[in-house]
Each structure stands twice: as structure tokens, then as C-alpha cells.
């Protein structure tokens, strides 16, 4: 399976500001997910990125506010922008190495926000 | 709506015991099903995944399809104390999609 490394793992930021994740995958991918895990919730998917091509957002998540980049086929940024509280989740990217094998998860990055 | 349920327990069961986890899924058209162990602070990791109707082992886990009633379900046999986590069931979406959804989790306690 996939190795991802995420960053950061953890970041306190001041509630206005910005935070890009990163994530690096071992391995090219045509599709990497981005999803945020509230306390004491499951997961939410984000959007889905493909290189190449713009993100595709869920509903209830909009571009200005999680804009992404997928530059290349082992590489992907989550930007959290003007974050407030409400934004205090954990973030996660994932991928799926093979089609139907399921999805790796990177180690995830808890992000508090005050 | 695309939809994931389970119960969120706690479910409690001695160890040595069968501890069962069921998930049901709206989505007629899914065909991929997986199950994820999480320990807290941990990400998600896989330990099952099922695209058949019927039943696939791996080791101490089963896990069981019945595509007709919509429902997937996990089986940890012998249960231990290591295996106190939650569990989340998630559903690939098919027919265009290809990205999984998954249920609120349940949360498993093995008590020794």
C-alpha cells in the first residue's frame, strides 16, 4: 500500500489566518482526498483532487474557503483559509494506490484554531 | 442523500469474546464496502474490505455482505483489550464516483 506523509501534524493558529497542509505520496496517484474529522465525529470528505484539473468540492465546502492544489501525480496541498474555531478539526488526505483496494490515510494533521 | 449508518455504541463485550459491528448503506448502486480501525488520535487504518455477497475471513475478523438488505457487518472473534477502537464503515460509491463515504464510527471496548 501507499505511504503518505502529511504535514503538519499538528499547528495552533490565530483565528484570521491561513494553514496549507501538504501531503506526499510514495507512489503516483490519479486521485487524492482530502477529509476533515470534527471531534468526536467521522469523516467528512472535503473534495477529491485530480492533477491536472480543479478540485471538486462536496457540498458545503467551497473553493475560496479550501482552495487545493494537486501539482503532480504524489503531491497535493489543503489550504484552511480565514479560519475561525468552528474550523478546529482533524485533516486528513488519502488516496487509493488500486482501484477498489480501499484508501491509505495520511497521519492526519489536528489543527486548533483560537 | 448518500448515507453510512451504525451505531455508535459504546459497545461493550468481554474478552475472548465475538464482537459484532453492522453498518447499513441507502445506495443500491455501491459496490465496494470496507471496514476502518481507528484508535484514538490515530488516522484510519483498513482492515477489511468486502465486495461480495457473502462472507470473507482474515484471521480473527469476518466480514459479511448482504447486498440485497443494504447491510455490511464486521465479526472480531476472540476478542482483546488491543482491539478496543472505533470502527467505521465506509462505502465506495460507484456509477461515476469513486470516493468513499463513511458512517459515523462505533466504538468498541474489550474488557478484560
Known amino acids: 500500500s501507499a505511504v503518505i506523509s502529511q504535514k503538519p501534524s499538528r499547528d495552533i493558529c490565530q483565528r484570521g489566518t491561513s494553514l496549507t497542509i501538504q501531503c506526499q505520496v510514495d507512489s503516483q496517484v490519479t486521485m487524492m482526498f482530502w477529509y476533515r474529522q470534527q471531534p468526536g465525529q467521522s469523516l467528512t470528505l472535503i473534495a477529491t483532487a485530480n492533477q491536472g484539473s480543479e478540485a471538486t468540492y462536496e457540498s458545503g465546502f467551497v473553493i475560496d474557503k479550501f482552495p487545493i492544489s494537486r501539482p503532480n501525480l504524489t503531491f497535493s496541498t489543503l489550504t484552511v483559509s480565514n479560519m475561525s474555531p468552528e474550523d478546529s478539526s482533524i485533516y486528513l488526505c488519502?488516496?487509493?494506490?488500486?482501484?477498489?483496494?480501499?484508501?491509505?490515510f495520511g497521519s492526519g494533521t489536528r489543527l486548533t484554531v483560537v | 442523500q448518500k448515507e453510512v449508518e451504525q451505531n455508535s455504541g459504546p459497545l461493550s463485550v468481554p474478552e475472548g469474546a465475538i464482537a459484532s459491528l453492522n453498518c447499513t448503506y441507502s445506495?443500491?448502486?455501491?459496490?465496494?464496502f470496507f471496514w476502518y480501525r481507528q484508535y484514538s488520535g490515530k488516522s484510519p487504518e483498513l482492515i477489511m474490505s468486502?465486495?461480495?455477497?457473502g462472507d470473507k475471513e482474515d484471521g480473527r475478523f469476518t466480514a459479511q455482505l448482504n447486498k440485497a438488505s443494504q447491510y455490511v457487518s464486521l465479526l472480531i472473534r476472540d476478542s482483546q483489550p488491543s482491539d478496543s477502537a472505533t470502527y467505521l464503515c465506509?462505502?465506495?460509491?460507484?456509477?461515476?464516483?469513486?470516493?468513499?463515504?463513511f458512517g459515523a464510527g462505533t466504538r468498541l471496548a474489550v474488557h478484560p
Open positions: 445506495d443500491r448502486g455501491s459496490q465496494s
Open positions: 465506509a462505502v465506495n460509491l460507484e456509477g461515476g464516483y469513486n470516493k468513499l463515504i
Open positions: 468486502i465486495y461480495s455477497n
Open positions: 488519502s488516496v487509493e494506490p488500486r482501484r477498489g483496494d480501499g484508501y491509505t
